[in-house]
C-alpha cells in the first residue's frame, strides 16, 4: 500500500509547474535528459528505461521532479489511469484481420489446397505479430500466450474458403492490381459481407477480451506489487524502488517498446525527487508551486512526448504540425528541442520537420536547442586524421581542440539554417530562439576526449542547469508568482442570458456538408479525433492520394470556428472575482490581467471548450456503437452528436449544453494557469 503523506505529496504536486515540453527524433536523447534531473542514480536507471531500442514509445509522459521531501528520495512514483478497452479504442478498420485472409485467398487462389489455405493463415498472423508497427492492432496483442493465438487462429480457420474466395476474385475483377489497392479492396468486401458478419463480430469480441485480459492481468500485478486504485477503478498510484527494480512491472510500465503496456495506460505521471542542481541558482523560487503549513515546494514539471517520425508514412509537415498540437494540448509556449549531433535520415527528417515549424508557426514560443551525443559525435572527428589506414589504429595524436572546432562549426551550419527559418517567419507572433546547449554522456575516465568534453562542460546536468536557468531569467521578467488558495476555478463567472441569436453558417457547414459522412482513413480519423480533442485544432490532411477508392480529404475547420463562437460568447460576458482567493491586492490585480491574457490571447478557452465537446461527443457519437464499424462511420456518429446537441442550425441561441460546458471550461482554464503560474496556499 502506497502511504497516506505519499499520495496526499502526490496529488499537490502532479499536474503542477510551468510545463516544458521536450520534442524531437526517436533516439534524440529526450529520455536520457530528462532522466539526469533525478537526484538517485536508482531512479534515473527507472527513468532510462524508458530510452528507445527502436521505435520508441507511442504517448506522452508528464515527468515531475520536486523538493518536496514526502517523495522518498530512491523512489519513482508512477500515477496513471488503467482501464478496460473497447472495440472502438482499437482503431482498426479490420486490416488485421483482412490482410492474413487476403494472404490466404492469394496463395490458396495459385494452389487449391485447404491444409496450405490454414498454415498461411498461421504463418502470416506471426509474422504480423514478430514486427507490428506501434500504432496498429497487431503492436497491442503481439504478447497474447499460445492459447490465444490458437484462439484467434481457430476463429481465423471458421471464415469458409468459398465464400473468401468469392471475395478475393471480385476483388480481381474490380482491379488487376494486387498491391495495397487490392488489399484495401478486398478489406472493404470482406468486412461489407452480410453473411461473414457474425464472424467478424466474434472476431472483434475475441480481441477485445484479450486485450482486457492483459488489462486484467496488468491490475493485479499492480495491486500485488502495493499499487493502490482509487474508487472509480481506474487512477492508480504505485512507489517503484530498489526492492522492486527486478519486478517484471517495473519494465512493463516504463519500458517504452517490447514488454511494454503503455497502450493500456493514459494521464501517465512520473513523479521523483529532483536533482539538487535543478533547485539552486538564481530565480529558483519561480518553481515553487505550492506552500503548505509555510513550506514552499517546487517542481519542475517536463513533458516527454512521442518520438517524431514515429509513425509510418509521415511527412514533415504534419510533424510540424504536431510540435504545435503538443503545445497546445499542454498549454506551454516553452520547447526543448532535442536534436542527435549524429546526422542520420531521421535527423534529417526532424530538422525539416522543426524548419517548418519556425517558419510557419503564428504563435510565441520560447525555444531551446539541446544537441545530445556529443561524446559519439566528436568521435567520428578524430577517424578523419591524416595519414592513418582505416584498419591502422596509427600513432598520431589526436588534437582534441582542432577537432572540437571543426565539428562545433558544422553543428553550428545546421543551426544556422534554423535560425534563417525563424527569420523568415514573417507572422506577428513567432517563437524565438533562447539558448543552445550541448550534452554527452561520459563512462571513461582514461578517455582523453571525454576529458576534453567535461573540461567544456558538454556534460548533461551542467547542460540541463544552464538550460533551466535561460527558462527561468525569461520567466523572472514576468516578475515573481500570485499566491491563491483552494477554489480559485471559481473566481469567473459568464452570463449569457442576454446572448442573441449568432449565425455560426461557416462553422455549421464544414460540419454538417464538409465532414460528415466521408469516407476517410483510419489514420486521417485518429489524426483529426487526436487534435480536436487533445489540442483544440483543426487538421487538413493534405497528404492523401488520389486513390480509386473513396477516400477523401478532410479540414476540420468547424474546430477553429468553434474556438472563435466561444470567443465571441465571452466578449464583455465575464467577470473575474478573485478577493475570496488572492488576499494581497497587488497579487489580485495581476492575476486579472494575466488570466484574461492567458484566456483570449491564445485561445485557451476556445481550445478547451472545443475539446470538451470533442470529448463528450467521442462517448456519445463515436464509442455508441458497441460491435465493429469503421473508424469514418464511428466519426460520422461523433459530428452528428456534436450537430444535435451544440450546433443545429446555421443560426442558434447558445444550447444549454453549451453554456455548461463553456462554464466547466472556464473553471479548467483557471485550474491549468493556476497550476503552471501562481503558489497554491495549503
Known sequence: MVEMNVKKAVKAVKGKGDP???????????????????????????????????????????????????????????SA???????????????????????????????????????KIQKTLQNTLQHPSNDSLGYKIKGITEQHINQVLNLLNQFPIDEVMNVYNEMIAKTPKKGQQGIRIFIELISSKPSLSYLIEAFWNLIVEIINQDVKELRDDLVQSGADFEADG??????????????????????????????????FSLIFRGAEGLFQGSNRQLLTVVEYNGQN?????????????????????????????????????????????????????????????????????????????WDEYLKTYSQQRRGASKFDRGQETVDWEQKFKTALADQEEMIEMLRASLES????????????????????????M?????????????????????????????????????????????????????????LYNNLVVDCKGLKLYASTVRACIRKWCKSGTKHKSNVVVPNDYGYAHIETEFVQEIRNYTLNMLKNRFQIDATSYIPDETDREKFREELTRYLFNSQEVGREVAELIGKEAHINGFEKNKGFAYQYDRFKDMLQYTQDQYFNNPVIDPTPTFASILNQALQNCVRQYVDANCIMVY
Open 450 to 506: 571525454e576529458d576534453f568534453l567535461e573540461a567544456k562542460d558538454f556534460v548533461y546536468p551542467e547542460a540541463l542547469n544552464r538550460l533551466l536557468n535561460d527558462l527561468l531569467n525569461e520567466q523572472a521578467k514576468h516578475g515573481s508568482k500570485p499566491k491563491v488558495t483552494e477554489g480559485i476555478e471559481r473566481c469567473i463567472q459568464v452570463d449569457l442570458s442576454q446572448v442573441s441569436k449568432s449565425n455560426i453558417s461557416s
Open 20 to 78: 516544458v515540453v521536450f520534442t524531437g527524433t526517436t533516439k534524440s536523447g529526450k529520455t536520457t535528459g530528462m532522466s539526469a534531473c533525478a537526484k538517485n542514480e536508482g531512479v534515473q536507471e527507472f527513468l532510462s528505461l524508458r530510452e528507445a531500442n527502436g521505435k520508441g514509445g507511442t504517448s506522452e509522459v508528464e515527468l515531475i521532479g520536486t523538493d518536496c521531501i514526502a517523495i522518498p528520495e530512491d523512489s519513482l512514483i508512477v
Open 81 to 119: 489511469k488503467l482501464g478496460l478497452q473497447k472495440i472502438s479504442d482499437c482503431s482498426d478498420d479490420n486490416e488485421l484481420l483482412g490482410s492474413i485472409l487476403y494472404s490466404a485467398a492469394k496463395d490458396f487462389s495459385k494452389q487449391q489446397d485447404p491444409e496450405g489455405f490454414k498454415n
Open 234 to 267: 481506474e487512477e492508480f498510484i504505485i512507489v517503484l524502488n530498489q526492492s522492486n527494480k527486478d519486478n517484471k512491472l517495473v519494465k512493463t510500465l516504463l519500458q517504452s517498446e517490447d514488454g511494454s503496456k503503455e497502450y493500456l495506460i493514459s494521464e
Open 425 to 448: 517567419n514573417q507572422a506577428k507572433k513567432k517563437p524565438k530562439l533562447m539558448g543552445v546547449y550541448r550534452a554527452a554522456i561520459l563512462t571513461d575516465p582514461d578517455n582523453k
Open 297 to 373: 515546494i517546487r517542481c519542475l514539471r517536463l513533458i516527454d512526448t512521442q518520438g517524431l517520425f514515429h509513425a509510418t508514412g509521415v511527412k514533415s509537415k504534419e510533424e510540424s504540425e504536431r510540435i504545435i498540437d503538443m503545445l497546445s494540448q499542454y498549454h506551454s509556449n516553452k520547447l526543448v528541442i532535442v536534436i542527435n549531433s549524429h546526422i542520420t535520415d531521421t535527423v534529417k527528417d526532424g530538422y525539416e520537420a522543426i524548419r517548418m515549424m519556425l517558419q510557419e508557426t503564428n504563435r510565441e514560443i520560447e525555444i531551446y536547442l539541446l544537441y545530445t551525443h
